[in-house]
Protein backbone atom coordinates (compact mmCIF):
# COMPACT_ATOMS: atom_id res chain seq x y z
CA UNK A 1 0.00 0.00 0.00
CA UNK A 2 2.76 2.80 0.87
CA UNK A 3 4.32 1.90 -2.35
CA UNK A 4 1.27 2.82 -4.75
CA UNK A 5 0.86 6.14 -2.73
CA UNK A 6 4.24 6.54 -2.92
CA UNK A 7 4.03 6.08 -7.46
CA UNK A 8 0.99 8.30 -7.19
CA UNK A 9 2.15 11.40 -5.27
CA UNK A 10 5.21 11.09 -7.87
CA UNK A 11 2.51 11.53 -10.70
CA UNK A 12 1.28 14.31 -9.12
CA UNK A 13 4.38 16.31 -8.78
CA UNK A 14 5.23 15.51 -12.23
CA UNK A 15 1.65 16.39 -13.99
CA UNK A 16 2.62 20.09 -11.57
CA UNK A 17 5.88 20.60 -12.95
CA UNK A 18 4.91 20.24 -16.52
CA UNK A 19 1.97 22.72 -15.99
CA UNK A 20 3.83 25.10 -14.35
CA UNK A 21 6.35 24.79 -17.61
CA UNK A 22 3.66 25.11 -20.24
CA UNK A 23 2.51 27.77 -17.89
CA UNK A 24 5.99 29.73 -17.96
CA UNK A 25 6.17 28.96 -22.08
CA UNK A 26 3.08 30.85 -22.36
CA UNK A 27 3.61 33.90 -20.45
CA UNK A 28 7.35 33.71 -22.31
CA UNK A 29 6.12 33.73 -25.41
CA UNK A 30 3.61 36.96 -24.24
CA UNK A 31 6.35 38.72 -22.89
CA UNK A 32 8.50 38.20 -26.00
CA UNK A 33 5.82 39.84 -28.12
CA UNK A 34 5.01 42.45 -26.11
CA UNK A 35 8.74 43.31 -25.60
CA UNK A 36 8.70 43.39 -29.27
CA UNK A 37 5.53 45.36 -29.61
CA UNK A 38 7.34 48.01 -27.63
CA UNK A 39 10.42 48.07 -29.48
CA UNK A 40 8.92 48.63 -32.89
CA UNK A 41 6.61 51.33 -31.53
CA UNK A 42 8.94 53.64 -30.89
CA UNK A 43 8.69 56.75 -33.51
CA UNK A 44 11.84 57.63 -36.17
CA UNK A 45 14.31 58.99 -34.24
CA UNK A 46 13.53 57.91 -30.35
CA UNK A 47 15.11 54.35 -31.11
CA UNK A 48 18.53 53.94 -29.72
CA UNK A 49 20.76 55.34 -32.89
CA UNK A 50 24.99 55.87 -32.66
CA UNK A 51 24.21 59.52 -32.80
CA UNK A 52 21.86 59.65 -29.64
CA UNK A 53 24.54 57.81 -27.64
CA UNK A 54 27.06 60.68 -28.78
CA UNK A 55 24.57 63.18 -27.41
CA UNK A 56 24.17 61.96 -24.30
CA UNK A 57 27.94 61.17 -23.98
CA UNK A 58 28.76 64.68 -25.21
CA UNK A 59 26.85 65.55 -22.16
CA UNK A 60 29.22 64.16 -19.57
CA UNK A 61 31.75 65.67 -17.67
CA UNK A 62 35.52 65.14 -17.10
CA UNK A 63 34.54 64.98 -13.58
CA UNK A 64 32.10 62.37 -13.98
CA UNK A 65 34.52 59.85 -15.41
CA UNK A 66 37.17 60.85 -12.72
CA UNK A 67 33.96 59.84 -9.92
CA UNK A 68 33.40 56.44 -11.75
CA UNK A 69 37.11 55.88 -11.42
CA UNK A 70 37.08 56.91 -8.07
CA UNK A 71 34.68 54.02 -7.08
CA UNK A 72 37.94 51.72 -7.86
CA UNK A 73 40.83 53.62 -6.86
CA UNK A 74 39.77 56.35 -4.23
CA UNK A 75 43.29 58.27 -5.14
CA UNK A 76 41.31 60.16 -8.40
CA UNK A 77 37.97 62.25 -6.10
CA UNK A 78 41.33 63.75 -4.85
CA UNK A 79 42.00 65.49 -7.81
CA UNK A 80 37.93 67.05 -8.28
CA UNK A 81 37.91 70.42 -7.42
CA UNK A 82 35.88 71.23 -4.10
CA UNK A 83 32.46 72.15 -5.79
CA UNK A 84 32.22 69.08 -7.84
CA UNK A 85 29.36 66.75 -7.61
CA UNK A 86 28.63 63.06 -8.34
CA UNK A 87 26.71 62.40 -11.32
CA UNK A 88 23.19 62.09 -10.88
CA UNK A 89 21.92 58.34 -11.98
CA UNK A 90 18.40 59.47 -11.82
CA UNK A 91 18.42 62.24 -14.03
CA UNK A 92 20.45 59.92 -16.49
CA UNK A 93 17.62 56.86 -16.38
CA UNK A 94 15.24 59.50 -16.74
CA UNK A 95 16.09 60.69 -19.93
CA UNK A 96 16.86 57.04 -21.18
CA UNK A 97 13.20 56.20 -19.85
CA UNK A 98 10.81 59.11 -21.19
CA UNK A 99 12.97 60.48 -23.59
CA UNK A 100 12.94 63.95 -22.58
CA UNK A 101 15.55 66.02 -21.24
CA UNK A 102 15.75 68.28 -17.80
CA UNK A 103 17.14 71.06 -19.32
CA UNK A 104 15.76 70.96 -22.44
CA UNK A 105 12.33 71.89 -22.64
CA UNK A 106 12.24 71.56 -26.24
CA UNK A 107 11.99 67.45 -25.53
CA UNK A 108 9.00 67.96 -23.99
CA UNK A 109 6.82 71.33 -25.43
CA UNK A 110 7.85 69.31 -29.15
CA UNK A 111 5.34 66.44 -28.52
CA UNK A 112 2.58 68.88 -26.80
CA UNK A 113 2.81 72.23 -29.77
CA UNK A 114 2.22 71.58 -32.79
CA UNK A 115 4.92 72.80 -35.16
CA UNK A 116 6.91 73.59 -32.16
CA UNK A 117 9.19 69.79 -33.45
CA UNK A 118 10.84 71.90 -36.33
CA UNK A 119 13.05 73.72 -33.50
CA UNK A 120 14.73 70.11 -32.93
CA UNK A 121 18.17 70.32 -33.30
CA UNK A 122 21.38 69.53 -30.99
CA UNK A 123 24.32 71.79 -31.04
CA UNK A 124 27.25 69.82 -31.23
CA UNK A 125 29.89 72.74 -31.02
CA UNK A 126 28.30 76.65 -30.18
CA UNK A 127 30.16 79.32 -31.34
CA UNK A 128 29.50 82.69 -29.96
CA UNK A 129 26.31 83.64 -28.94
CA UNK A 130 24.79 80.39 -30.43
CA UNK A 131 22.27 78.73 -28.08
CA UNK A 132 18.92 77.00 -28.68
CA UNK A 133 16.78 80.11 -29.45
CA UNK A 134 18.79 80.84 -32.83
CA UNK A 135 19.91 77.81 -34.64
CA UNK A 136 19.05 77.50 -38.18
CA UNK A 137 15.14 76.99 -38.87
CA UNK A 138 14.31 75.52 -42.32
CA UNK A 139 11.23 77.04 -43.38
CA UNK A 140 8.94 76.68 -46.86
CA UNK A 141 8.38 80.06 -48.89
CA UNK A 142 4.41 80.70 -49.54
CA UNK A 143 3.50 79.49 -52.71
CA UNK A 144 2.56 82.98 -54.20
CA UNK A 145 6.07 83.81 -53.61
CA UNK A 146 7.43 81.04 -54.81
CA UNK A 147 5.65 81.49 -57.94
CA UNK A 148 5.90 85.85 -58.24
CA UNK A 149 8.93 87.34 -60.33
CA UNK A 150 10.47 89.89 -57.47
CA UNK A 151 12.74 92.56 -58.43
CA UNK A 152 16.39 93.04 -57.50
CA UNK A 153 18.11 95.83 -57.26
CA UNK A 154 20.41 97.50 -60.21
CA UNK A 155 23.76 96.88 -57.74
CA UNK A 156 22.96 93.13 -56.94
CA UNK A 157 22.44 92.46 -61.06
CA UNK A 158 26.08 94.36 -61.75
CA UNK A 159 27.41 92.02 -58.84
CA UNK A 160 26.17 88.81 -60.95
CA UNK A 161 27.93 90.09 -64.18
CA UNK A 162 31.28 90.67 -62.21
CA UNK A 163 31.09 87.23 -60.98
CA UNK A 164 30.48 86.01 -64.18
CA UNK A 165 33.38 88.25 -65.72
CA UNK A 166 35.83 86.55 -62.79
CA UNK A 167 34.68 83.13 -63.60
CA UNK A 168 36.28 83.31 -67.17
CA UNK A 169 39.74 84.56 -65.90
CA UNK A 170 40.31 81.76 -63.31
CA UNK A 171 42.82 79.46 -64.37
CA UNK A 172 42.32 75.52 -64.04
CA UNK A 173 43.87 74.43 -61.01
CA UNK A 174 44.74 70.50 -59.19
CA UNK A 175 46.13 69.53 -62.11
CA UNK A 176 42.70 70.28 -63.81
CA UNK A 177 40.73 68.17 -61.52
CA UNK A 178 37.45 69.45 -59.93
CA UNK A 179 37.48 68.09 -56.53
CA UNK A 180 35.19 69.75 -54.59
CA UNK A 181 30.99 70.15 -55.47
CA UNK A 182 28.43 73.03 -54.59
CA UNK A 183 25.17 72.36 -54.97
CA UNK A 184 22.26 74.75 -53.86
CA UNK A 185 19.19 72.63 -52.90
CA UNK A 186 17.61 76.08 -51.88
CA UNK A 187 18.75 77.95 -54.77
CA UNK A 188 16.52 80.77 -54.85
CA UNK A 189 17.06 81.78 -51.43
CA UNK A 190 18.22 85.66 -51.54
CA UNK A 191 18.89 88.95 -49.15
CA UNK A 192 16.44 91.64 -48.47
CA UNK A 193 18.98 94.90 -48.98
CA UNK A 194 19.23 92.98 -52.42
CA UNK A 195 15.77 93.40 -53.59
CA UNK A 196 13.02 95.77 -53.48
CA UNK A 197 10.99 93.90 -50.85
CA UNK A 198 11.61 94.55 -47.14
CA UNK A 199 9.68 91.39 -46.26
CA UNK A 200 11.54 88.23 -45.02
CA UNK A 201 9.17 85.51 -46.28
CA UNK A 202 9.22 87.42 -49.96
CA UNK A 203 13.51 87.23 -49.84
CA UNK A 204 13.74 85.05 -52.84
CA UNK A 205 14.77 85.55 -56.63
CA UNK A 206 15.70 83.42 -59.44
CA UNK A 207 19.24 85.15 -60.02
CA UNK A 208 20.32 86.95 -57.56
CA UNK A 209 20.32 84.31 -55.06
CA UNK A 210 22.11 82.24 -52.40
CA UNK A 211 23.96 80.90 -56.09
CA UNK A 212 26.00 83.78 -56.46
CA UNK A 213 27.49 83.16 -52.93
CA UNK A 214 28.42 79.37 -53.84
CA UNK A 215 29.79 80.84 -57.14
CA UNK A 216 32.22 82.94 -55.28
CA UNK A 217 33.35 80.21 -52.99
CA UNK A 218 33.95 78.07 -55.53
CA UNK A 219 36.19 81.03 -57.60
CA UNK A 220 38.06 81.48 -54.28
CA UNK A 221 38.47 78.24 -53.72
CA UNK A 222 40.27 78.01 -57.17
CA UNK A 223 42.49 80.80 -56.63
CA UNK A 224 43.94 78.40 -53.74
CA UNK A 225 44.61 76.05 -56.11
CA UNK A 226 41.63 73.86 -55.49
CA UNK A 227 39.24 72.74 -58.67
CA UNK A 228 35.62 73.52 -58.19
CA UNK A 229 32.22 72.62 -59.76
CA UNK A 230 29.15 74.25 -59.29
CA UNK A 231 25.81 72.88 -60.26
CA UNK A 232 23.77 75.41 -62.08
CA UNK A 233 20.56 73.35 -62.80
CA UNK A 234 17.66 75.41 -61.14
CA UNK A 235 16.76 72.70 -58.44
CA UNK A 236 13.71 74.56 -57.31
CA UNK A 237 12.45 74.80 -60.44
CA UNK A 238 12.74 70.84 -61.43
CA UNK A 239 11.15 70.49 -58.12
CA UNK A 240 7.81 72.26 -59.67
CA UNK A 241 8.57 70.23 -62.99
CA UNK A 242 7.90 67.25 -60.84
CA UNK A 243 4.91 68.45 -58.96
CA UNK A 244 7.32 67.95 -55.47
CA UNK A 245 6.73 69.83 -52.39
CA UNK A 246 9.31 72.57 -50.92
CA UNK A 247 10.51 69.97 -48.68
CA UNK A 248 11.51 67.40 -51.23
CA UNK A 249 14.02 69.94 -52.61
CA UNK A 250 17.01 67.23 -51.32
CA UNK A 251 15.34 64.86 -52.88
CA UNK A 252 15.45 66.56 -56.32
CA UNK A 253 18.82 67.76 -55.55
CA UNK A 254 19.97 64.18 -55.00
CA UNK A 255 19.47 63.71 -58.56
CA UNK A 256 21.89 65.70 -59.57
CA UNK A 257 24.66 65.12 -57.04
CA UNK A 258 24.38 61.77 -57.80
CA UNK A 259 24.65 61.80 -61.31
CA UNK A 260 27.72 64.71 -60.42
CA UNK A 261 29.54 61.47 -58.52
CA UNK A 262 29.17 59.05 -61.64
CA UNK A 263 30.48 61.50 -64.45
CA UNK A 264 33.85 62.72 -61.70
CA UNK A 265 35.47 60.60 -59.66
CA UNK A 266 37.84 63.19 -58.49
CA UNK A 267 35.01 64.89 -56.16
CA UNK A 268 36.03 64.23 -53.22
CA UNK A 269 34.07 67.11 -50.98
CA UNK A 270 30.44 68.16 -51.28
CA UNK A 271 29.15 71.63 -49.81
CA UNK A 272 25.40 72.31 -49.81
CA UNK A 273 25.43 76.17 -49.80
CA UNK A 274 22.24 77.86 -47.95
CA UNK A 275 21.19 81.17 -46.44
CA UNK A 276 19.38 81.21 -42.98
CA UNK A 277 16.10 83.42 -42.12
CA UNK A 278 17.20 84.82 -38.49
CA UNK A 279 17.35 88.21 -38.41
CA UNK A 280 20.94 90.82 -38.82
CA UNK A 281 21.89 90.82 -35.58
CA UNK A 282 22.13 87.19 -35.00
CA UNK A 283 23.63 86.56 -38.37
CA UNK A 284 26.06 89.30 -38.57
CA UNK A 285 30.08 89.84 -36.99
CA UNK A 286 32.51 92.81 -37.19
CA UNK A 287 35.97 91.55 -38.38
CA UNK A 288 38.57 94.39 -38.46
CA UNK A 289 36.25 96.73 -39.12
CA UNK A 290 34.97 94.83 -41.93
CA UNK A 291 31.15 93.17 -41.49
CA UNK A 292 30.81 89.43 -42.48
CA UNK A 293 27.92 87.20 -42.94
CA UNK A 294 28.25 84.70 -40.13
CA UNK A 295 28.12 81.04 -40.76
CA UNK A 296 27.02 77.51 -39.36
CA UNK A 297 27.62 74.24 -40.23
CA UNK A 298 24.30 72.07 -40.21
CA UNK A 299 24.95 67.76 -40.01
CA UNK A 300 22.50 65.66 -40.64
CA UNK A 301 22.63 62.59 -38.29
CA UNK A 302 19.82 59.83 -39.64
CA UNK A 303 22.64 58.52 -41.60
CA UNK A 304 25.72 56.02 -41.10
CA UNK A 305 28.13 59.37 -42.55
CA UNK A 306 27.10 61.41 -39.25
CA UNK A 307 30.32 61.28 -37.54
CA UNK A 308 32.43 61.72 -40.08
CA UNK A 309 30.98 64.92 -41.74
CA UNK A 310 30.61 65.91 -38.20
CA UNK A 311 34.26 65.88 -38.09
CA UNK A 312 34.70 67.88 -41.46
CA UNK A 313 32.47 70.44 -39.87
CA UNK A 314 34.41 70.46 -36.76
CA UNK A 315 37.92 70.86 -38.56
CA UNK A 316 36.49 73.78 -40.53
CA UNK A 317 34.78 74.96 -37.52
CA UNK A 318 38.00 75.19 -35.61
CA UNK A 319 40.31 77.02 -38.81
CA UNK A 320 37.76 79.56 -38.63
CA UNK A 321 37.47 80.56 -34.73
CA UNK A 322 41.36 80.54 -34.92
CA UNK A 323 41.63 83.06 -37.81
CA UNK A 324 38.29 84.84 -38.19
CA UNK A 325 36.65 84.53 -34.43
CA UNK A 326 33.08 84.90 -34.31
CA UNK A 327 32.79 83.89 -37.71
CA UNK A 328 31.27 80.43 -37.35
CA UNK A 329 27.89 80.19 -35.15
CA UNK A 330 29.25 76.69 -34.58
CA UNK A 331 28.16 73.37 -36.02
CA UNK A 332 24.28 72.10 -35.52
CA UNK A 333 23.17 68.48 -35.73
CA UNK A 334 19.54 68.16 -37.39
CA UNK A 335 18.06 64.02 -37.13
CA UNK A 336 14.65 62.70 -36.13
CA UNK A 337 11.37 62.13 -37.55
CA UNK A 338 10.80 66.13 -38.04
CA UNK A 339 13.93 66.89 -40.81
CA UNK A 340 15.60 65.57 -43.45
CA UNK A 341 18.16 64.40 -41.61
CA UNK A 342 20.25 63.39 -44.29
CA UNK A 343 20.57 66.44 -46.72
CA UNK A 344 22.54 63.71 -49.19
CA UNK A 345 25.45 63.69 -46.76
CA UNK A 346 24.74 60.07 -46.48
CA UNK A 347 26.50 60.15 -50.21
CA UNK A 348 30.13 61.11 -48.84
CA UNK A 349 31.60 60.73 -45.95
CA UNK A 350 32.92 64.53 -46.36
CA UNK A 351 29.79 66.62 -46.82
CA UNK A 352 28.68 69.61 -45.18
CA UNK A 353 25.48 71.95 -45.64
CA UNK A 354 26.73 75.77 -44.73
CA UNK A 355 24.76 78.93 -44.22
CA UNK A 356 25.74 81.98 -45.01
CA UNK A 357 24.31 84.61 -43.33
CA UNK A 358 20.35 85.68 -42.38
CA UNK A 359 18.22 87.07 -44.55
CA UNK A 360 18.94 90.59 -43.99
CA UNK A 361 22.52 90.54 -45.21
CA UNK A 362 23.50 91.88 -48.09
CA UNK A 363 25.73 89.87 -50.85
CA UNK A 364 29.29 91.58 -50.10
CA UNK A 365 29.06 90.35 -46.49
CA UNK A 366 28.38 86.74 -47.54
CA UNK A 367 31.12 87.37 -50.01
CA UNK A 368 33.36 88.14 -47.36
CA UNK A 369 32.75 84.90 -45.28
CA UNK A 370 33.15 83.02 -48.83
CA UNK A 371 36.50 84.30 -48.97
CA UNK A 372 37.00 83.21 -45.71
CA UNK A 373 35.80 79.89 -45.36
CA UNK A 374 37.93 79.24 -48.73
CA UNK A 375 40.85 80.01 -47.12
CA UNK A 376 40.57 77.74 -44.15
CA UNK A 377 39.56 75.45 -46.21
CA UNK A 378 42.28 75.53 -48.49
CA UNK A 379 44.79 75.51 -45.91
CA UNK A 380 42.92 72.30 -44.66
CA UNK A 381 42.87 70.53 -47.90
CA UNK A 382 46.38 71.16 -48.72
CA UNK A 383 47.41 69.72 -45.52
CA UNK A 384 45.66 66.79 -45.90
CA UNK A 385 46.28 66.07 -49.45
CA UNK A 386 49.96 67.59 -50.09
CA UNK A 387 50.64 64.73 -51.73
CA UNK A 388 47.75 64.99 -54.85
CA UNK A 389 48.50 68.02 -55.43
Known amino acids: MRKKRQLRFGVGVNRTSIKKLFSLFIIGIMGLFIFTGIL ?42 DDSEPPSISSVLFEIATSITPNDPRSLLGRELPGF ?71 TESFLPELETNEPNEAFHNKVNITLVGEKLSQELEKRGIGTEVEERDI ?66 NHENYEENYQLAKSLHNELEEHYPGLSRGVILKDGPYTNGRFNQDLSSNSVLIEFGGVENTLEETYRAAEAVAEVFAEFYWDHHAVDG
Not at 141 to 146: A, H, N, S, T, Y
Open 40 to 81: TSFEPGHGLASNQIHEWSSTIKGEHFLYLLGMENHHFHSVLP
Open 236 to 301: QENLREKGWNYPQSYDASRNFVEEAMQENSDLQYFFDIHRDSLPRDRTTVTINNEEFARTVFVIGG
Open 117 to 187: ALFDGSILIAGEGTDYTNIPVESAPPMDVILAEREATQESLERLEQLEREREEIEESTDGRKVVHIIHSHN
